[in-house]
Nanobody, 115 residues
Framework: QVQLVESGGDSVQSGGSLRLSCGYS?????MGWFRQAPGKEREGVAT???????NYADSVRGRFTISRDNAKNTLYLEMNSLKPEDTAVYYC????????????WGQGTQVTVSI
């Protein structure tokens, strides 16, 4: 069993920055960040495989950066140039089983970007 705890969500103005953190209870395999806006389906934001390869959604590429610090058991999502359309609950996930299908999920952290 792996516990994931997100933090760092906040309300910011358009163009601002935030860093989300996800603490995990033990070193795991692939990890990723997802988000779900009101009335929309959950979507993948960024993924980080255990070999270090990354993948980003087109909507965030160049603005968001995913990274992990295994010494601190923490996954990060650095978000810059935030836009109102980035407003969503952001979830951390671990151990991919398929496309956008992960075995473990965090409880989510709210990010709100205002104009």
């Amino acid at each position: 069993q792996v516990q994931l705890v997100e933090s760092g969500g906040d309300s910011v103005q358009s163009g601002g920055s935030l860093r989300l953190s996800c603490g995990y209870s033990r070193n795991v395999c692939s990890m990723g960040w997802f988000r779900q806006a009101p009335g929309k389906e959950r979507e993948g934001v960024a993924t980080l495989d255990y070999n270090g390869s990354t993948n980003y959604a087109d909507s965030v590429r160049g603005r968001f950066t995913i990274s992990r610090d295994n010494a601190k058991n923490t996954l990060y999502l650095e978000m810059n140039s935030l836009k109102p359309e980035d407003t969503a609950v952001y979830y951390c996930a671990a151990c991919r089983r398929g496309v956008n299908d992960y075995r473990y999920w965090g409880q989510g952290t709210q990010v709100t970007v205002s104009i």
